[in-house]
């Protein structure tokens, strides 16, 4: 089902990029080619003398950001990306293959090979470029100490430092043009794809095209296998005999890791002993849906947002605005853009209030995959399908469910990692807990209860923090609200976005009963540096009856302070608040269960954003 999705994305990819003559970075290669980023370009003349090495990346910190490239992708699939094996790519490839460099035997003999191969399919229409490459790579290998004459030469030794960098080459005479782009290589690099496509299938050639089918299948197919793709579900080409390598999943090898393979002879099934026979996926399918889901990956993709330690990547079967808006609504907005989270959820919402996706827009099928490194593959953390309307309704109820009172100066929705770091240690997203990111992302748009590990990391957060923040009490909020509907369908709202004093939950109450008690004593004690809450906040949320009756005996004590500085007014609304709250508590309870000391976190928090609401109308109406 994913790789089927992935390939449909891409057909329908391609078909929009041809339709509205789409290039650039934001279009998706073509069959036999792939977007790559390369670090240099070697410029070299006619006779294959060397006569620039032109960095072409920028350097951000110590990042390294290569030029994206369109290359030719040739043979089993996991040349595509420059690796160190000995299947070398054609017209580019790393610094180990072009130059030698790196431990080991020098790898330069398997490029100046591809190349030769790639001859037989030019025939007589020989290229000067391409024969430049040759040329220029054999007088590397007749002699290794050039490479490093020539990294001092044009002054690149550092970028090369520990780093296998990735080369293109141009002629000095076609400006801006790669030697394979050339149009003589481009022709001749497309025949041979095209007749191994259709001359493959047939039993009976005429010798002419039997030879150039012969040349074809050495560069682009050697050791093929035939048999029925699982993803298209027809014998319609060679089966690869490895999945390409994915780039772009977060904590992945840097190398590339892939969703399908076979690393050890355990795994593989009965006579099925070649490794593409155990999960037979045609070329094409491979090529399609690795190509889609590095397209989704790259790091300017709209399409793509980190969540904790999950890639998570959407697309549907068809172009819609939610494609790209959904990540504007779940990530952090860019600091040259601060209300664009603002304006994707407006926008989603008065959609839903309209009716504007009960069309053909709102039936599409809607496609989330979450990605996480595991050594050398890549977990599924989840994939979700659904409609667009569907989807839009449950980001709605996410947002819905996180509503809660908060001061004027904090953002009216919290992105996802806003949330996710609410509940990390120091507020560090290195500590965010694993698999959370991803388990949240899920419950959201799968319309499940949050994870109970979420409700379990805030509330411990603010125990150890002392401190329940507005980012913190919507988790909190969202969290029993959603599994109370989940476990009582009749009940859509268990605790309110602001003070509830209807309220008799117990946790509730008592955290409203701490709040009133902090309040007194910071106003009996104006400027104080600690309260109650620094001392005494973990005991109270977790075993009340431990603590609050000497809270309740230190608060005689300031309310009479209170008295002393003429505020007997204030003293017995106070009192008054005291009773309406203790009127619905019993005995203070041994033990607090979990999610009743999160009901004590929102009821504190509740009942201090009423305080500072009735503040700020006190001091508006003076200073009307």
Not at 372 to 396: D, H, L, Q, S
Not at 571 to 593: S, Y
Request: net charge neutral.
């Amino acid at each position: 089902m994913i790789l089927h999705a992935l390939t449909n994305y891409y057909e329908r990819k391609r078909k929009d990029d041809e339709h509205k003559a789409v290039s650039g970075d934001n279009s998706i290669a073509p069959v036999g080619w792939i977007r790559k980023k390369i670090d240099y370009i070697a410029v070299l003349n006619e006779s294959g003398e060397c006569v620039n090495l032109q960095p072409v990346f920028t350097r951000q910190k110590t990042r390294f950001i290569g030029l994206d490239v369109l290359l030719p992708n040739i043979g089993p699939q996991a040349r595509a990306h420059a690796n160190n094996g000995q299947d070398a790519n054609l017209l580019w490839d790393n610094a180990s293959f072009v130059f030698g460099m790196g431990k080991g035997k020098s790898k330069i003999k398997y490029f100046i090979d591809t190349i030769e191969k790639f001859e037989k399919c030019l025939g007589d229409c020989r290229d000067a470029g391409v024969s430049a490459v040759k040329a220029f790579c054999k007088s590397l290998q007749d002699n290794p100490e050039l490479t490093s004459q020539l990294l001092a030469k044009f002054d690149v030794a550092e970028g090369f430092e520990g780093r296998n960098p990735v080369i293109a080459f141009c002629l000095k005479d076609d400006g801006p043009t790669y030697i394979h782009d050339r149009p003589a290589v481009r022709v001749a690099y497309d025949k041979a794809r095209e007749l191994l496509d259709e001359a493959g299938r047939c039993i009976i050639m005429e010798d002419a095209v039997r030879v150039a089918y012969d040349n074809a299948r050495l560069l682009l197919c050697p050791d093929t296998i035939h048999g029925t793709c699982l993803v298209t579900g027809k014998n319609d080409g060679p089966i690869a005999k490895k999945e390409s390598v994915i780039m772009g999943v977060w904590g992945a090898k840097m190398s590339g890791a892939r969703i399908v393979s076979f690393n050890d002879p355990a795994f593989e099934s009965g006579k099925r002993n070649k490794k593409g026979e155990n999960a037979p996926i045609s070329q094409y399918a491979s090529f399609a849906y690795t190509t889609a889901l590095d397209h989704l990956l790259r790091e300017e993709s709209p399409q793509r947002m980190q969540v904790g330690d999950a890639s998570v990547v959407f697309w549907a079967d068809k172009d819609v605005a939610l494609e790209t808006g959904i990540v504007d609504c779940f990530s952090e907005p860019p600091k040259d853009d601060p209300d664009r989270g603002i304006l994707a959820v407006a926008t989603l919402c008065q959609a839903i209030k309209h009716g504007l996706l009960e069309n053909d827009e709102g039936s599409a099928r809607f496609f989330v995959l979450g990605l996480a490194p595991n050594a050398a593959r890549i977990a599924i953390r989840f994939w979700i399908c659904g409609t667009v309307e569907e989807m839009a309704v449950r980001i709605k109820q996410h947002l819905d469910d996180l509503a809660i009172e908060h001061s004027q100066h904090d953002k009216p929705y919290l992105s996802l990692f806003r949330l996710l770091v609410s509940v990390a240690t120091q507020g560090k997203a290195d500590n965010i807990p694993p698999n959370l990111g991803g388990e949240l992302m899920r419950s959201v748009l799968a319309d499940l209860p949050y994870p109970e590990t979420l409700l379990a990391a805030a509330v411990r957060r603010i125990r150890a923090e002392h401190t329940v923040t507005y980012a913190r009490a919507a988790l909190i909020k969202a969290c029993i609200n959603r599994a109370t509907r989940y476990s009582n369908p009749n009940v859509q709202e268990e605790l309110t976005m602001s003070l509830d004093e209807a309220n008799v939950n117990v946790g509730y109450r008592l955290g409203r009963l701490f709040a009133v008690l902090e309040k007194i004593q910071e106003e009996a004690n104006p400027g104080i540096n600690a309260t109650i809450r620094d001392r005494y906040y973990g005991a109270a949320s977790s075993t009340p009856v431990t603590v609050f009756s000497t809270l309740l005996k230190l608060k005689n004590h300031h309310l009479s302070k209170l008295n002393n500085l003429d505020k007997r007014g204030r003293v017995v609304n106070l009192e008054k608040r005291i009773g309406e709250i203790m009127g619905g508590i019993g005995d203070f309870p041994a033990q607090l269960a979990l999610a009743d000391q999160g009901r004590f976190a929102i009821g504190y928090y509740h009942q201090r954003q009423d305080f500072f609401k009735k503040a700020n109308t006190e001091t508006s109406t003076e200073g009307a």
